[in-house]
């Protein structure tokens, strides 16, 4: 299988602590791969990193095969251009309506006409289960569930060959998150991504991830199936999971 995204021996201080701590992992065109961990271990500041949005580091973090401490700019922009970013809290601005949220990419950055982009977005947001009446709505006007689905509508426009997921379950309500779990799962099949999502929620982990990377103290603590963590993993973070039934 085709490597997609390479780490290795990653490094990282920030400031006078160690965030980071030799980190090793090879994610394959395809996979959903879930890192957890408790709150504070480094999750976020490693796709920070990956995406090269925090430097220096120490180590070497390779997208599409290419090693983007090497890149100029402009070819890390052509990278990021194939990514798609789901945030922890939606992200969206407040300014601008569902449709305009979802097409920002392409309005600002591009001369398509704006009725081309608003009918490619409300077709996003149809085939993720909204209601075309939501398209000219504003951001405050959603529920929280509605605005993680403009969210990751937002990160499909462009047709990412890898989506980041930040904690895509946290603050919503158990059905809610059940709902987008199963989304998460769908979109994954459909459009034929490679899924890196983050969070600390072991149901959603146990549900998407066919491989778990577990982080603590910024260091890779175990690495495996979800199965395979809950039989062999004494990690408090997966044993209270699987004692509560899970």
């Known amino acids: 299988m085709e490597k997609i995204i390479s780490v290795k021996n990653l490094n990282l201080r920030i400031g006078n602590k160690e965030v980071l701590n030799d980190i090793n992992f090879d994610i394959e065109k395809g996979e959903s791969v879930v890192i957890v961990g408790p709150s504070g271990c480094g999750k976020t500041v490693l796709i920070k990193t990956i995406l090269g949005i925090i430097k220096p580091y120490k180590g070497e973090i390779y997208i599409f095969g290419k090693n983007i401490e090497n890149l100029r700019e402009d070819e890390l922009k052509e990278i990021r251009e194939k990514i798609g970013m789901v945030f922890q809290n939606s992200a969206l601005f407040d300014s601008l309506s569902v449709w305009e949220n979802v097409g920002f990419y392409y309005l600002y950055h591009t001369n398509r006409r704006k009725e ?116 062999k993993s004494k990690h408090p973070i997966i044993r209270s999971y699987v004692e509560m039934g899970g």
Not at 156 to 179: A, H, M, Q, R, V
Not at 189 to 199: A, P, Y
């Open 116 to 231: 081309d982009i608003k009918n490619q977005a409300i077709e996003i947001l149809k085939s993720l289960g909204l209601d075309e009446s939501v398209s000219d709505m504003m951001p405050e006007q959603l529920s929280g569930g509605m605005k993680k689905r403009v969210s990751i509508a937002r990160a499909l426009i462009s047709k990412p060959e890898i989506i980041f997921y930040d904690e895509p379950t946290t603050g919503l309500d158990p059905i809610t998150s059940e709902n987008l779990t199963s989304l998460i799962k769908k979109i994954h099949q459909e459009f034929n991504t490679t899924d890196i999502t983050i969070t600390h929620d072991v149901k959603l982990a146990s549900k998407i991830g066919k491989k778990l990377i577990l982080i603590d103290q910024g260091r890779i603590v175990e690495v495996g199936t979800y199965e395979e963590l809950r039989k």
